[in-house]
């Protein structure tokens, strides 16, 4: 247990009781089972419930508006502004509670694999698994380094203290403010372990801009010197399609691009467990019968092995673990320049094509655009295919407007002759109800051409709404199934189905049109009905 020389006083804590610094996974996992924090597995892996909130709690983030930072926050619904005044108080409120704790656990981590865009951070927290699970997630810096460490950003994590709302300056009991001032993050009334990783996350992709480095929701692998990143939200296939064993990952959802290459900004991975199979993920449940992979909300059978397919407890179920826990990982969690951007969607309407190419203004329009689409059943009321658009595939976590991003994004591909492709890993045949859902073999073999190059080779057709190209023909794929016009019975009814996403893609991106530049305005969809 090495303690930095940077002591808890300079975040204004007094400790009262023990202080563990900078310990081991197994022995804080040791350590939150003495405090009852969660149980094991059967196979040795920890489980903790975090209900009653199992996800973000997107509406209790905050962010301090200051001269700063001001001018360049994308302000709206998913940065809220905060004052300094409303900041001041809870931090008060929160280095005296922590500071009358019995233990807290103190963890020095960096983000980011590249030495020239490393951040050194901390993570205090009054919970044993939680610094266990910040350990996981982030780069733990070598011993020798430890006394040295002095963090540029200091997450102040207290899940079971909750606020008293709009009494607060907050909305909820929970709270998630972010001062980019004082470099602090408040984080508090959750014990969603998730909240910390994302926390830091927002950060970066505020700093690496101001560098010239793109910071990207996005899994990424490589082979050789081919790289890849994928972008796409939660249930589009990123985790499970970077998770290939003929490749090496470097990591599964944050990374930065820089002059260098692509770089993983943490050293762990945060799957989703929910319907996870051995046969459909093996690496990824290979992980979950391992002492030091930490379960979120995972239910227990009477013998206490997982059951991934009961979602009783919550949909949202996670597993975190260090990525050296993946066979196939790249130790240093950096790959050179990516010849190859995808961008993944599970389309539920059924209208878009298993593989499209896209010209680098398309690709900065369905980067803004983060598309995928919520199926049927998933809330009350939703009887059919919604549309679930998050820009820059993460724009809960994008303090700036998207079209910097997007730029960069241009920026970069344009100078390095990377090539952006759409796949769909949704619904064929028809929408949710109707078709049936891609098939992972089919979405595999596309993405292997893709990867390979051999896809570059076909011919290629334009689409009439969507204006990328759709391949005719791939081995090992039936030609039917890369028109998705094709594989409708109803042809009218897909002209239908397709003029009406086209058209949400429109209406969805008219808040962004103004920052962005006409030749990718012109990118957008066009209904032809």
């Known amino acids: 247990m090495t303690a930095s020389q940077h002591g808890l006083d300079h975040h204004g804590l007094q400790p009262s009781g023990r202080v563990h610094w900078n310990e081991d996974g197994p022995t804080l996992l040791e350590h939150a089972i003495r405090r009852s924090e969660g149980r094991l597995t059967a196979h040795g892996a920890f489980v903790a419930l975090t209900a009653p909130r199992t996800g973000r709690s997107p509406n209790d983030k ?94 102040l994590h ?80 990123k985790t499970t399609l970077s998770a290939d064993p003929s490749r090496g990952l470097i990591g599964d959802d944050e990374h930065g691009w820089g002059d260098s290459g692509v770089f993983n900004f943490e050293g762990g991975c945060y799957a989703k467990m929910i319907n996870l199979s051995p046969e459909a993920e093996p690496d990824i449940f290979a992980t979950s019968r391992r002492f030091g992979t930490i379960l979120e909300n995972v239910k227990l059978d009477d013998q206490r092995v997982p059951d991934f397919y009961d979602s009783s407890i919550a949909e949202n179920s996670r597993g975190s673990y260090p990525v050296d826990f993946i066979a196939n990982n790249v130790p240093s969690g950096r790959g050179g320049h990516p010849q190859n951007v995808i961008f993944l969607t599970a389309d539920a309407f059924g209208v878009l094509p298993p593989v499209a190419r896209l010209t680098p203004d398309q690709a900065a329009y ?56 759409l796949i769909s890993t949704g619904w064929t045949g028809g929408p949710y109800g109707v078709g049936k859902r891609m098939s992972i073999q089919h979405t595999r073999t596309l993405l292997n051409a893709v990867l390979d190059g051999s896809l570059a080779n076909v011919v290629f057709r334009k689409d009439p709404r969507f204006g990328f190209e759709v391949p005719t023909a791939c081995p090992g794929v039936p030609a039917e199934v890369l028109d998705a016009r094709a594989t409708w019975t109803d042809k009218d009814a897909y002209d239908r189905c397709a003029d009406k996403l086209a058209r949400m893609f429109g209406e969805n991106f008219q808040q962004f049109a103004g920052g962005c530049s006409d030749a990718v305005n012109s990118a957008a969809p066009q209904a032809v009905g």
């Not at 694999?113 to 993570?123: C, H, K, N, T």
């Not at 610094?131 to 380094?145: E, T």
């Not at 994008?398 to 492709?421: I, R």
Request: charge should be neutral; aromatic fraction near 10%; glycine fraction near 10%.
């Open 62 to 155: 905050f962010v301090v508006q200051e001269p700063g930072s001001q001018d360049r926050i994308w302000w709206g619904k998913f940065n809220r502004p905060t004052t300094p005044a409303v900041f001041a108080a809870m931090l008060g409120k929160v280095q005296a509670y922590l500071s009358e704790r019995p233990e807290l656990f103190v963890q020095d981590l960096h983000v980011g694999a590249d030495p020239a865009a490393q951040m050194p951070l901390r993570v205090v927290t009054e919970n044993a698994w939680h610094a266990a699970f910040a350990r996981n997630m982030f780069i733990r810096p070598a011993a020798d380094r430890l006394a040295g460490h002095v963090p540029e950003f200091t997450v």
């Open 158 to 237: 207290t899940p079971h203290l909750q606020a008293a709302g709009k009494a607060d300056g907050v909305n909820s009991e929970a709270f998630a403010l972010l001062d980019f001032d004082r470099k602090l993050i408040l984080i508090g009334g959750t014990k969603y372990a998730g909240e910390v990783k994302k926390s830091i996350f927002t950060v970066m992709n505020y700093l690496c801009p101001l560098q010239g480095i793109l910071p990207m929701h996005c899994s990424s692998n490589v082979k050789g010197d081919n790289t890849a990143i994928f972008f796409g939200l939660s249930g589009t296939g």
């Open 366 to 421: 369905h980067f803004i655009s983060g598309y995928t689409a919520k199926v049927a059943g998933t809330e009350v009321g939703v009887t059919e295919p919604q549309p679930n658009f998050s820009a820059c595939f993460g724009g809960p976590f994008m303090p700036m407007h998207p079209s910097v991003y997007a730029e960069l994004l241009m920026k970069k591909m344009t100078q390095h002759g990377s090539q952006a492709w």
